[in-house]
């Protein structure tokens, strides 16, 4: 038996999932594990202690503030006696109060109070799942340690699509089983539509040097990529974001790297081949300065330094033309102030690409550096456009799109 003699402290939260929770304890027990469960006020209205406490052959914690439960077990003693902390379905609420450190009933508190490894297993409607304040308290959960299983993509209680249903126990089981086993590597995601598949996304502007303290940028601000790579990594991909020098976060659950020029961009490239998928998200420069200077060049040159510029690796092309591990998708972006779908065209000729995603960056726009974006796919079989969107959208529909078209074997 996999799990015999650890002792699993299981925080029911309130969502329709909480039902898998009672399978949960069946299969933990099943494996030699025992189990402490803990029932939070909303996961009553699911489940009831009655039957949480039969199928865990122990009392059920509810209350904060009971004598009975502080006189049998104390809230400080129950929240380290465990080898570890499992929270399924993890609510929205409850992933946000353990991210802001709230203590204000028995869950939280427990939360707050373990020394001990959590794991969680989300379990939400779709759309807050997706909402960058869920992000957010994922990213702080990730970063103070806490494990995640799920959530996993498909059909909701309410009706909607997408990723934010509860994975199923045994999948819970695998994970408590590596958390366990000391694994700090469970991913937050391996379900959903592009589970298995690794990906590729650059992001963000580069930085090319004129001397060690100027350099030339764009107005690239990295959301766009970087939605992608947080959108790709909850449809279950591995992905790898190789960002240029932006001031957001690295988005939860993803490989990132940092880099500054465009050749530093280009090995990074290189070095996270081979992909399934490849999106040059990236407004990377097409010229570095040349003759950069090795020191701080001074204003007393007469008439001004005179810069000259040597053309830099394209690498998207590069990507599009390998040989031996060219990813089955290539997909560009096409950043243009004019023409935007028959120079988008020109460049899915000429860089070999699957497909290119155009947007028009005008000033007026507000694309480069703004939160929404209104882009055309443009692929050998046509162009389809898709309304201003929040780039979050943009990112969440290009995912499923590319999932598709993996799905059926590769070119747009
Ligand atoms: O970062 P945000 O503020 O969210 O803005 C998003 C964006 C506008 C930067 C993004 O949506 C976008 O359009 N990215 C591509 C920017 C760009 O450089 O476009 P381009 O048309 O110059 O290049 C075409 C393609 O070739 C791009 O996929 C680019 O990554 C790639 N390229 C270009 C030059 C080069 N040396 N190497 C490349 O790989």
């Known amino acids: ?155 909701m209680a309410c009706g909607e699509f997408g990723p934010g249903r509860m994975v199923e126990p045994l999948d819970i089981v695998a994970a408590i089983e590596k958390a366990v086993a000391g694994s700090t590597t469970i991913p937050l995601t391996g379900y959903g539509p592009l589970a298995g598949r690794k990906i590729v996304i650059t992001s963000g502007p580069t930085h090319e040097p004129i001397d060690p303290v100027r350099y030339i940028a764009n107005r690239s601000s990295g959301k766009q990529g970087h939605a992608i790579a947080q959108a790709a990594a909850r449809a279950g991909a591995q992905v790898v974001l190789i960002s240029g020098p932006v001031s957001i976060a690295d988005p939860a659950g993803v490989q990132t790297r940092h880099v500054e020029t465009a050749r530093d961009m280009l090995a990074a490239v290189e070095a996270s081949l081979p992909a399934d998928i490849f999106i040059g998200t990236a407004a990377v420069a097409d010229w570095r300065v040349e003759n950069a200077g090795s020191q701080k060049m001074k204003k007393s040159l007469s008439g001004g330094p005179v810069l000259q510029f040597a053309e830099n690796p394209d690498i998207l092309a590069h990507v599009a033309g390998q040989a031996v591990q060219r990813p089955k998708l290539v997909v560009g972006f096409a950043a243009e102030t004019q023409n935007v779908i028959a120079y988008a065209q020109d460049k899915l000729a000429r860089k070999k690409c699957d497909l290119i995603i155009a947007n028009d960056v005008s000033p007026e726009t507000g694309v480069m550096g703004g939160s929404k974006n209104e882009v055309h796919l443009v692929s050998k079989s046509g162009v389809e456009s898709w309304p201003l969107l929040d780039k979050e959208e943009v990112a969440r529909r290009l995912v499923a799109t590319l999932a598709d078209l993996l799905k059926k074997g590769g070119a747009a």
Do not use: C
Not at 71 to 82: F, P, V
């Open 1 to 155: 038996m996999t799990l015999t003699g650890k002792r699993i402290l299981l925080i029911i939260g309130g969502g329709i999932a909480a039902y898998k929770a009672l399978d949960l304890i069946r299969r933990l027990r099943e494996r030699g594990a025992s189990v402490r469960p803990v029932l939070t006020a909303a996961g009553k209205q699911f489940v009831t202690p009655l039957s949480v406490a039969s199928l865990a052959g122990m009392p059920v914690h509810e209350d904060l503030f009971s004598l009975t439960e502080e006189e049998e077990m104390g809230h400080i003693e129950l929240s380290r006696a465990a080898d570890l902390v499992v929270v399924a379905p993890a609510t929205a609420d409850l992933m946000a109060k353990a991210a802001h450190g709230l203590a204000n009933d028995l869950a939280s508190t427990l939360l707050l109070a373990t020394d001990k490894k959590v794991l969680m297993a989300p379990a939400m409607n779709v759309r807050m799942w997706l909402h960058p304040a869920t992000a957010r308290n994922v990213a702080q959960l990730q970063a103070d340690g806490v494990l995640f299983a799920g959530p996993a993509d498909g059909e």
